[in-house]
């Protein structure tokens, strides 16, 4: 069975400070991971996927597979970056189920 | 293009009555997802199709949910009878292809409540 786990539910970080979310998960394969982001008032959109390795909005994440982890960070925080954010695993089996986390929302303090 | 279309935004209904709710993926999408989305549970996966074709449903709870896509651009999820706790946000999602490469796009949300 795939699980993604995501410890904090609420997070709040001053401005300009380094932001990190936590994200875990259970797999036996070899999985593929995302991170996505509600804004509020719009619609869940995908942020970024490990196979991408790509940095967005200032974002990255790395999979690091001895830890089972998938952390999103940004070395500094702004304030458009309050959101909801949800991190995502996919099995690399030809199936489109995507489990996600509980969610993480994010507060930058000004 | 509008993206993701799905209708009503929010409905109420009493316990037992039958609810349907719609949704009209992005043109030329192969792929649709409906998703639930509770305080408890969050974001869950009830069902998606590939080309109008239920792919996996592993994630539809019981009987009373089910889920159809007649043709390309409308798919709609039913509970009959409701129950207070089917009260959530359900999303609909669509994807060109596969999600390893695809981004997939949602929809605005419609948010059940049963009395």
């Known amino acids: 069975a795939q699980r993604v786990t995501q410890p904090e539910k609420l997070l709040s970080v001053f401005k300009g400070a380094p932001v990190e979310l936590k994200c875990n998960y259970s797999y036996s394969g070899s999985p593929e991971l995302f991170w996505y982001v509600q804004y509020s008032r719009q619609r869940l959109q995908l942020l970024l996927r490990?196979?991408s390795r790509e940095s967005i909005k200032g974002f990255t994440a790395d999979l690091n597979k001895g830890e089972t982890s998938f952390h999103l960070k940004k070395p500094f925080a702004q304030e458009e970056d309050s959101a909801m954010y949800y991190c995502a695993l996919k099995s690399n089996f030809g199936n489109e189920k995507l489990t996600f986390g509980t969610g993480t929302r994010l507060t930058i303090i000004p | 293009d509008a993206g993701v279309i799905q209708s009503p935004r929010h409905e109420v209904t009493e316990m037992g009555q039958e609810v349907t709710l719609r949704c009209k993926p992005i043109?030329?999408?192969?792929?649709l997802f409906w998703y639930r989305q509770t305080m408890m549970r969050g974001l869950e996966l009830l069902i998606y199709f590939n080309n109008n074709v239920p792919i996996d449903d592993s994630g539809m709870p019981e009987d009373r949910f089910s889920a159809k896509m007649p043709n390309a651009s409308f798919s709609t999820l039913k509970i009959q009878p409701s129950e207070p706790r089917d009260s959530a946000v359900y999303f609909c999602a669509s994807s060109l292809w596969g999600l390893a490469r695809n981004e997939q796009f949602f929809g605005p949300g419609t948010r059940l409540t049963v009395l």
């Open positions: 490990h196979i």
């Open positions: 043109s030329g999408h192969d792929y």
